[in-house]
């Protein structure tokens, strides 16, 4: 696919990046992942995999997850199909 301008937007959900994969590659993974959760979890990872399982977690739009801006070194709780942040 073609790249399209605004890097993790949605516009670029189906562009590989070389050597590495595409917006919609990495949501799989990380779907993948969340399905292997048997309890409650902290995780530790950066602003495009957070608004990813947000986005997973809370039953957002392709849209409306990637818009999405967390926080630089906050804490995101999401339980119950709720948020919370905590800087």
């Keep these: 696919a073609e790249r399209k301008a605004g890097g993790f ?5 189906d562009y590989v990046r070389t050597n590495g994969e595409s917006v919609g590659m990495a949501y799989e993974r990380v779907v993948h992942f969340l399905d292997t959760l048997a309890r409650d979890t902290v995780l530790v990872t950066h602003a495009g995999v957070i608004r990813l399982i947000r986005g997973r977690v ?3 739009s392709r ?3 990637l818009d999405h801006h967390p926080p630089n070194g906050g804490i995101l709780r999401l339980s119950a ?3 919370t942040y905590f800087n």
Excluded: C, I, Q, T
Excluded at 9 to 13: D, Q, R, S
């Design 9 to 13: 937007g949605e516009a670029n959900w």
């Design 58 to 60: 809370l039953g957002l």
């Design 81 to 83: 199909g709720s948020e």
């Design 63 to 65: 849209k409306d997850m």
